[in-house]
């Protein structure tokens, strides 16, 4: 395992990314998520901590201040309790709704939405003992060692810097009125909770990076594997040089095909064949068919068989060449050259005609 995973030299493609994401594979804090339900707790208890007793006291006290007039048959008893469960729900439900926010907007912070039942399935590594021992004292089991250690000091030293000037205080709570006792607790316990989010604010941030950084570091990809992801991706470079070594056989079968057609072909002697095609009534000449040694030989070839007129201009060629692409027509620059080029070719066509008459 030591050896695969040092081979995974490489940095994670976006697509490997994707695919873990799509996996549920992210890289998630679980200090995180709890760093927002206490803190969301906090803010809850030090907003709707008033509300929230005074709406469950008010149905109660009515409970006990009536409890004469309750109806002890069956239909009594369930609208009794059907009241009192709707009473506490509207006095939690804020509440609750707000802790659910926050648990949800803690992982929404390290990832987006993921909706994967990849984790469901069976996995082999669940169950094997390599992997059990590799979870148990790996590197995740011993950071999680020493952030469990760390919270539980931190958490130890903020309690005692809180709660021992208060010591005192807490003593006569065992003589105040259960009145006075809520606001006076509920007022330490916001204290206390606000510097427990202060700590664990600290914990996870260093843990998610962390988290991130290991989560990172397995997503990283070996040579063969960024090999095979491009081969997935690009195509299987053999296959698509076959098929561009196709496709450039049939252009030259069609090119060919376009050879006889031609009305001239201007020459380089030793590389460059150019076959231009004239009609009259065309705007300019067009170019059927180009290329440079053993294409501009075959192009020579197939114009002698069919008495198309080769016209040697070095310069010409090679201009028209660099110019000018298959079935397109020849650049304005070169009419004025091409245009003597046809003319000739025409009058010696003319001649032979009157000749042969």
């Known amino acids: ?183 006076a607790t509920t007022s330490l316990t916001v204290h206390l909770l606000g510097a427990v989010v202060a700590m664990l604010a600290v914990v996870a941030i260093g843990d998610y990076f962390f988290q991130y950084r290991t989560w990172y570091e397995r997503q990283k990809m070996s040579l063969q594997e960024m090999k095979d992801e491009f081969k997935q991706s690009e195509g299987d470079p053999h296959v698509k040089g076959k098929i561009k070594q196709l496709r450039v056989q049939r252009m030259k079968k069609r090119m060919m095909a376009q050879v006889p057609k031609a009305s001239v072909i201007i020459t380089n002697p030793t590389h460059y064949s150019v076959a231009l095609a004239y009609d009259r009534g065309m705007s300019a000449p067009i170019c059927v068919a180009k290329g440079v040694d053993n294409i501009a030989f075959k192009i020579r070839e197939i114009a002698k068989q069919h008495d198309i007129p080769l016209v040697e201009n070095v310069p010409l060629a090679r201009a028209l060449y660099a110019t000018v692409e298959i079935d397109k027509e020849i650049p304005v620059e070169h009419y004025h050259a091409v245009a003597e080029i046809i003319g000739y070719v025409m009058r010696l066509k003319r001649g032979w005609s009157s000749a042969q008459r």
């Open 1 to 183: 395992m030591a050896d695969e995973n040092d081979d995974k030299t490489e940095d994670p493609t976006q697509t490997r990314l994707d695919d873990a994401h799509a996996k549920g594979d992210v890289a998630k804090s679980q200090e995180v998520n709890t760093w927002f339900v206490i803190a969301g707790a906090t803010l809850v208890l030090s907003t709707f901590s008033g509300s929230f007793g005074s709406g469950i006291m008010m149905p109660l006290r009515n409970l006990i201040a009536n409890s004469w007039m309750i109806r002890t048959d069956g239909a009594g008893l369930l609208a009794l309790s059907q009241s009192l469960v709707y009473a506490v729900i509207a006095a939690v439900g804020v509440p609750f709704l707000m802790l659910a926010l926050a648990a949800i907007a803690g992982n929404m912070v390290q990832h987006r939405l993921v909706w994967s039942g990849e984790s469901l399935k069976p996995k082999f590594s669940k169950i094997s003992p390599g992997a059990g021992f590799k979870r148990v004292f790996g590197k995740q089991a011993f950071a999680n060692f020493l952030k469990g250690l760390f919270k539980v000091i931190a958490l130890g030293a903020v309690m005692c810097m809180i709660l021992w000037p208060e010591r005192l205080r807490l003593e006569a709570l065992i003589h105040m009125d259960i009145a006075e006792i809520l606001p």
